[in-house]
T-cell receptor, first 114, second 113 residues
Framework: AQSVTQLDSQVPVFEEAPVELRCNYSSSVSVYLFWYVQYPNQGLQLLLKYLSGSTLVKGINGFEAEFNKSQTSFHLRKPSVHISDTAEYFCAVSETNSGYALNFGKGTSLLVTP | DTGVSQNPRHKITKRGQNVTFRCDPISEHNRLYWYRQTLGQGPEFLTYFQNEAQLEKSRLLSDRFSAERPKGSFSTLEIQRTEQGDSAMYLC???????????FGSGTRLTVV
């Protein structure tokens, strides 16, 4: 069975500072990896995804993530955050043969302050 | 493309009542998924459809939960005899087969009192 661990439940950061949100997964088979963002009382918006190919994936709003197979990680980064990046961020994994059902982590709350 | 639409946005019901939620996916998407999200947790997969066929339903939370997608377009999720523990956000998502990652709706927030 697969699982997803988001190592930080909350990450406070100052505006314009860099940020990294950590995600580790476990699976015995090939996986697809995703990061979603959720603003209050809204659904989830896809930030980026890794399906195959280059391990460095660029997404929307200046976010990027790197797939590290040996460390089973898919950490999300942004070099300079804005107040508007304050939200809940979810890492998700699907096994490539699962019909794309996603297994989510518990989320990381990013709080950007001036 | 108006995105994934879910109705109602909010539902308050008394314990023991039945509730039904509707999801309208992106029109060209052939897969439709239902998730449940409780406070402070990530979404939890419930079931999914490819066209009108329900391909996975073993993770529905109990036999009080059922879903349909009768014509391969919109879907409904029904909860019978609601309990307070059913209070949560119910999310719908849709995708195309072979394309990783999908589009979520804004969800239906259920409160059971």
């Amino acid at each position: 069975a697969q699982s997803v661990t988001q190592l930080d439940s909350q990450v406070p950061v100052f505006e314009e500072a860099p940020v990294e949100l950590r995600c580790n997964y476990s699976s015995s088979v090939s996986v697809y990896l995703f990061w979603y963002v959720q603003y209050p009382n809204q659904g989830l918006q896809l930030l980026l995804k890794y399906l195959s190919g280059s391990t460095l994936v660029k997404g929307i709003n200046g976010f990027e993530a790197e797939f590290n197979k040996s460390q089973t990680s898919f950490h999300l980064r942004k070099p300079s955050v804005h107040i508007s990046d304050t939200a809940e961020y979810f890492c998700a994994v699907s096994e490539t043969n699962s019909g794309y059902a996603l297994n989510f982590g518990k989320g990381t709350s990013l709080l950007v302050t001036p | 493309d108006t995105g994934v639409s879910q109705n109602p946005r909010h539902k308050i019901t008394k314990r023991g009542q039945n509730v039904t939620f509707r999801c309208d996916p992106i029109s060209e998407h052939n897969r439709l998924y239902w998730y449940r999200q409780t406070l402070g947790q990530g979404p939890e997969f419930l079931t999914y459809f490819q066209n009108e066929a329900q391909l996975e339903k073993s993770r529905l939370l109990s036999d009080r939960f059922s879903a349909e997608r009768p014509k391969g377009s919109f879907s409904t999720l029904e909860i019978q005899r609601t309990e307070q523990g059913d209070s949560a956000m119910y999310l719908c998502a849709s995708s195309l087969v072979g394309v990783g990652g999908y589009t979520f709706g804004s969800g239906t927030r259920l409160t059971v009192v």
